[in-house]
């Protein structure tokens, strides 16, 4: 379906704004496409050579302790004071302070292995082992230890690769000396590879220590100066080399399941990716890749926020700039198309004098609209002596409709009315033939005063309404009515507040829920008990009445049936097809929609103690006069 613009002005703002608007958008939106792309693209790149630069470092470190490892491999002085002169120890101090020989040649060893340490500061540690578990160690520690080989955490698998290098993480509780400094429960990584002879046979093993801290100290440099910034190293199999354990919090070792979106992701290496934080939930940006020289994997994550900062930056300031331009060409397509529209406002401004209450009012129209000025455009002036002859005929059929729909809705009201007449009767004549037969003389003249009391209110005329006092005034000489024929198995309470009873409600609103609720009620052994209450509300200006019974309860079809022709009773002015016999509640329905309109209320539910409880309600000033 076309649109159509309420008003010439409105439609040329429209069009011009939106040519301008477009034109506007699909530039801003190509240049800040083209820009985003951009810084995204540098970001991705920066945070790769990030990567790249801490691989490199953490390369140089491992290649400088394996060359550290091949100088003791390839040394013959080391292979030949190893060979002759390195004893069992079960106690260091004790052998070579027993053997001046061996004392001196392994002070010297050990010299040269820290001429070694010293003129490269590779590694914290070197260690010798031969294959019975003899071994001498320089570094932190200087002396000669017999340890069980077997026990080492590398032993298998550095035999297993025969000459080749294996790195390890390694706590410094596993080391089997402690360190010159004290701290033998801070980590190290160890490298360790087989040295062999001349004839290629295993002659045992060496292994060179470098401080965790040392070694990741470039990372550590990197995360102080970063606070967005968290690095995570991982070996060939997926242990943890950094973040240290000793240094690692508890929201740290929570992210190291992002080793984990690695691999059940799939994601390519050196490409920076999207993830959420497995704690905060917060947009993360990580790129990893992996060491060609160690096998490491290092990952390289930063918040999203921090590392697209400029890019949050540029898109405040697009969006400024073009909402300022936006405006900017509101202001003018509204200036261009006033302009252009201005005589014919002025015709409008004239035409919206008339309001419904001038129509009510049958006011002389015709006197009301004159143009500012007369005869300076010809069809303006004919189109205004056009207006005026068509509101002086919409004044008369307005007025006319008016009446005829006053005196409808009245019409309906007092035929509604009448059909609970008849079946007030019905219903009544029916309990005094049973009270015929039963015999009860006496109870039937007081039920018939009370009867000629009901039918003197029903009989005057109530289009207007009466006072809730006099409804319920009538709802108690029925009660009495059938107190006399029930005696003392019927109970009844009224608990209406006083403010309430000066409220005008229609004629026969509450009476036919009593009646309705006897029906239903009397099928339970007795006492049978009614109680009657109400509430307003002074904000909303609504009120309510609540009918409650303890018998039996509706039927669910019968319940269900009711409240489905509630709910679909939109017309009110569609009459009612009823029959007498259990018409009340669809009548007490209709007649509501027709005084109340959207402000009626009508429910009606089982009660989970048993019984039934009817409400309904409406507005406290009536919608139709």
Not at 68 to 77: A, D, K
Not at 120 to 132: L, P
Not at 533 to 559: F, K, R, S
Request: hydrophobic share 40%.
């Amino acid at each position: 379906m076309r649109y159509r613009f309420g008003t010439l002005q409105q439609s040329l703002f429209a069009y011009y704004s939106a040519v301008f608007i477009i034109f506007s958008l699909i530039v801003a939106g190509l240049l800040y496409v083209f820009l985003a792309s951009d810084i995204r693209q540098r970001s991705e790149e920066q945070q790769r050579q990030l990567g790249v630069s801490i691989v490199s470092n953490l390369d140089q470190e491992v290649v400088k302790m394996n060359n550290f490892s091949m100088n003791i491999v390839y040394s013959n002085l080391v292979k030949e004071h190893f060979s002759h002169y390195l004893a069992p120890a079960e106690d260091s101090e004790q052998t070579m302070t027993s053997d001046p020989a061996l004392y001196k040649d392994t002070t010297t060893l050990i010299d040269v292995i820290l001429a070694i340490i010293s003129s490269s500061n590779t590694a914290k540690q070197a260690n010798i082992y031969d294959v019975n578990g003899k071994m001498l160690g320089a570094g932190a520690f200087n002396g000669q230890l017999s340890v069980d080989l077997t026990q080492r955490p590398w032993y298998k698998e550095t035999w297993e690769r025969s000459g080749w290098r294996v790195i390890q993480l390694l706590e410094g509780g596993a080391l089997p000396m402690p360190t010159g400094d004290g701290k033998s429960d801070q980590p190290y990584i160890s490298l360790t590879r087989v040295y062999k002879d001349g004839n290629y046979v295993s002659q045992g093993v060496v292994e060179i220590l470098q401080d965790a801290g040392t070694l990741f100290q470039h990372l550590n440099d990197l995360q102080t100066n970063n606070d967005d910034l968290r690095i995570y190293v991982v070996d060939e199999q997926n242990t943890r080399l950094y973040p240290l354990s000793s240094d690692a919090d508890a929201s740290q070792a929570g992210h190291f399941d992002d080793v984990d979106l690695i691999q059940n992701l799939s994601f390519p290496p050196d490409t920076m990716q999207e993830i959420s934080d497995p704690l905060s939930q917060s947009k993360q940006m990580m790129t990893y890749m992996t060491s060609q020289e160690t096998g490491w994997t290092v990952i390289v994550m930063q918040s999203k926020q921090s590392l697209f900062a400029s890019l949050n930056r540029m898109a405040v300031m697009f969006i400024g700039a073009t909402l300022a331009t936006l405006m900017l060409i509101l202001i003018l397509s509204y200036l261009i198309s006033k302009r252009v529209t201005l005589p014919l406002h002025r015709l409008q401004r004239i035409i919206l004098k008339t309001g419904e209450n001038d129509l009510v009012s049958g006011q002389d129209s015709g006197q009301l609209f004159k143009l500012e000025h007369p005869g300076s455009i010809r069809e303006m002036d004919e189109l205004n002596d056009t207006f005026i002859r068509l509101n002086q005929q919409l004044v008369q059929s307005f007025q006319d409709r008016l009446a005829m729909k006053s005196q409808e809705t009245e019409a309906r009201l007092l035929a509604l009315q009448s059909q609970m007449n008849p079946h007030f009767l019905y219903n009544n004549i029916t309990n005094i033939s049973i009270m015929a037969e039963e015999g009860m003389n006496e109870q039937i003249v007081a039920f018939c005063a009370n009867i000629a009391s009901m039918l003197r209110y029903i009989s005057t005329p109530g289009k207007n309404g009466v006072p809730l006092s006099q409804e319920l005034d009538y709802c108690e000489r029925y009660l009495e009515c059938m107190k006399i024929r029930f005696e003392d198995d019927l109970h009844y309470e009224f608990h209406i507040p006083e403010e309430m009873k000066y409220i005008q409600v229609p004629m026969l609103m509450v009476q036919p829920l009593l009646e309705n609720a006897m029906k239903y009620g009397l099928g339970d052994t007795p006492p049978w008990k009614l109680n009657i209450t109400g509430d307003m509300d002074a904000v909303q200006q609504t009120w309510q009445i609540h009918v409650e019974d303890n018998g039996p309860g509706m039927e669910p079809e019968a319940l269900a049936k009711i409240m489905h022709y509630i709910e679909q009773s939109q017309e009110w002015e569609r009459m009612p097809d009823l029959e007498i016999n259990g018409m009340g509640l669809k009548n007490i329905w209709v007649r509501l929609k027709l005084w109340y309109g959207t402000a009626a209320h009508m429910q009606i539910t089982n009660k989970p103690s048993g019984g039934v409880q009817i409400t309904i309600g409406g507005s406290i000033r009536k919608e139709h006069d």
